[in-house]
T-cell receptor, first 111, second 114 residues
């Protein structure tokens, strides 16, 4: 059974703080990992992808991957109210062209 | 820029009607997907397709069928709509590459079945 687990939240942070979103996955052979942002009533938007252990930075976003611990995280620095959304973690299991999605973590950034 | 479009943003249908949801992508992607998204249940894969005329069942195919006659177009069909099919329907596409499989989503169709 392919599973991706996320804390549903909401995770509340003040404006300017670092938001840390976490995700664990069950399929050890997974190779590709993605973070999507979804605003209420809208469709998911890809914001980060990561394929190898370590950190990947893109602007205020940093994705972190630890395959040994089967753990992916997303850090958002200098959080803004416009970052308030649900963040979905997605994992590509080995041998599949599909993605397994977590149920998402709701992030609330207060001014 | 990848563009995935869906035929309707909002749709209201009656129980028993046959419903067609259309999805078109303009980036020559091989893979196309249909999901539904419900509060508390997350994204659930209904059907996907690797190529023209190819289809594979996802996690919840019951009550749905699909059609892919052209590479850029993937249709979801509700043969006889029921109230439990009221949901947000999302189409996505991706390249058929082993190394990444990033999926790009359309804007979604919010379907209400009365």
């Amino acid at each position: 059974q392919k599973e991706v687990e996320q804390n549903s939240g909401p995770l509340s942070v003040p404006e300017g703080a670092i938001a840390s979103l976490n995700c664990t996955y069950s399929d050890r052979g997974s190779q590709s990992f993605f973070w999507y942002r979804q605003y209420s009533g809208k469709s998911p938007e890809l914001i980060m992808s990561i394929y190898s252990n370590g950190d990947k930075e893109d602007g205020r976003f940093t994705a972190q991957l630890n395959k040994a611990s089967q753990y992916v995280s997303l850090l958002i620095r200098d959080s803004q109210p416009s970052d308030s959304a649900t963040y979905l973690c997605a994992v590509n299991p080995p041998g599949y062209s599909t993605l397994t999605f977590g149920k998402g973590t709701m992030l609330l950034v207060s001014p | 820029d990848v563009k995935v479009t869906q035929s309707s943003r909002y749709l209201v249908k009656r129980t028993g009607e046959k419903v067609f949801l259309e999805c078109v992508q303009d980036m020559d992607h091989e893979n196309m997907f249909w999901y539904r998204q419900d509060p508390g249940l997350g994204l659930r894969l209904i059907y996907f397709s690797y190529d023209v005329k190819m289809k594979e069942k996802g996690d919840i195919p019951e009550g749905y069928s699909v059609s892919r006659e052209k590479k850029e177009r993937f249709s979801l069909i509700l043969e006889s709509a029921s109230t439990n099919q009221t949901s947000m329907y999302l189409c996505a596409s991706s390249l058929h590459r082993a190394e990444d499989n990033e999926q790009f989503f359309g804007p979604g169709t919010r379907l209400t079945v009365l």
